[in-house]
C-alpha cells in the first residue's frame, strides 16, 4: 500500500463486505480509530506521521482496506498502542489473498500427502515468482497492477508447505509440454526448470515427467489434484469431473486416485525425469 513520493496511495487491497475475512479488517480499522481518537490525532495527522494518505487512511479505519504489515507497525508506534494494532498483522496478512486461495492454502497446509498432475503449466506449488508473474499476465480479462500482484503473492504464500515439519509427501506429475511452453520467455523458463531441479532433490517430493509420446493415459480429461489428512480422509478435484469442485466422496476420490495412478505409472521415473528436465534446460 505505502505511498508515492508525493505522498498519493499506491494501489492496495479493498475488501468485499461479503468476504467472511471482512470482520477481521474491520475489527483491525476500529483498534486504528480507537487508538488514533484516544491520541487525540487527526486522520489526515496520522496519515502523515505514518507516510500514508488521508484517504487511505479513512479507509483502514472503516474496514475497507486491508493494511499492509508496515501501516499497522508504523500506526502501532506512532499511536503508542502498545502492540494491540501490530497484532493484527498475521490476520491482514492471511486477509490479502482471495478467498479461494485461502481456502485451498488452509488444506495445503493440512495435507500430509499431495497428489498432483499438471498438463498446462508449471504446477502453482512449483512456480517461481517471475514465472507465476509471466503465467498472471496472460490472463483474460487482464488483472489490474493491483490484481496481479495479489495473485502472484497468495501463489507464493502456499509454498510455505515445503517449509512444514513434519513435511508433507508431494507428488507431482508435469505433462512435457509445461517444461518446453516459454511462459514468460526464454530465460524466465530456464530460471523455472533450474528451480525445478532444485525442488526435486528434496527428500519428500517425487517430481516426474509425462513424456508428450506417451498418448495412452486418463490426463487428457486435465489437472488432478488429490490432498490427504492424518484421519484418512481427503479431498480431490479435477478439471472436468464433478463440475471442477473439489470432492470428499470416498466413490469419487477413487476416481481421482485410479486416474492419478495410472498417469504416475505410465510417467518416467524421479531419476529418468530428472534427467528429461536437464535435457529440456540444455535445449532451452
Do not use: C
Not at 487527526?42 to 507516510?51: D, F, K, N, T, Y
Amino acid at each position: 500500500m505505502g505511498v508515492n513520493g508525493d505522498g498519493t496511495d499506491e494501489p492496495g487491497w479493498d475488501v468485499s463486505p461479503e468476504d467472511e475475512i471482512a470482520p477481521v479488517v474491520e475489527a483491525a480499522g476500529r483498534q486504528v480509530k480507537l487508538w488514533r481518537e484516544a491520541a487525540g490525532m487527526r486522520v489526515v495527522e496520522l496519515g502523515q506521521a505514518i507516510g500514508y494518505g488521508e484517504d487511505l487512511v479513512r479507509k483502514v479505519e472503516r474496514g475497507a482496506r486491508i493494511p499492509r504489515a508496515e501501516f499497522l507497525d508504523r500506526a502501532d508506534g506512532v499511536l503508542n498502542a502498545g502492540g494491540h494494532i501490530a497484532a493484527f498483522k498475521e490476520d491482514m496478512e492471511r486477509a490479502r489473498y482471495p478467498k479461494k486461495v485461502r481456502e485451498l492454502a488452509q488444506l495445503e497446509a493440512k495435507a500430509v500427502e499431495q497428489l498432483l498432475y499438471s498438463n498446462h503449466n508449471i504446477h502453482g506449488l512449483l512456480q517461481t515468482e517471475e514465472y507465476a508473474r509471466a503465467l498472471f499476465r496472460t490472463w483474460r480479462p487482464t488483472l489490474s497492477q493491483d490484481d496481479l500482484q495479489r495473485a502472484v503473492a497468495a501463489r507464493l504464500a502456499r509454498q510455505t508447505v515445503f517449509d512444514r515439519s513434519p513435511a508433507p509427501e508431494l507428488g507431482f506429475v508435469q505433462e512435457e509440454v509445461t517444461l518446453r511452453r516459454p511462459v514468460g520467455g526464454t530465460m524466465v523458463l530456464r530460471r523455472q526448470l533450474e528451480h525445478l531441479l532444485e525442488v526435486a532433490q528434496l527428500a519428500h517430493v517425487e517430481l516426474q515427467v509425462m513424456p508428450t509420446s506417451h498418448a495412452d493415459h486418463p490426463g487428457a480429461a486435465g489437472r488432478i489434484q488429490v490432498l490427504k489428512f492424518g484421519d484418512g480422509t481427503a479431498v480431490g478435484r479435477t478439471d472436468d469431473e464433478f463440475n471442477g469442485r473439489p470432492v470428499s466422496d470416498p466413490r469419487q476420490l477413487r476416481i481421482l486416485e485410479l486416474r492419478y495412478g495410472i498417469i504416475r505409472a505410465q510417467a518416467l521415473s524421479p531419476g529418468e525425469s530428472l534427467s528429461f528436465i536437464e535435457q529440456a534446460l540444455g535445449e532451452t
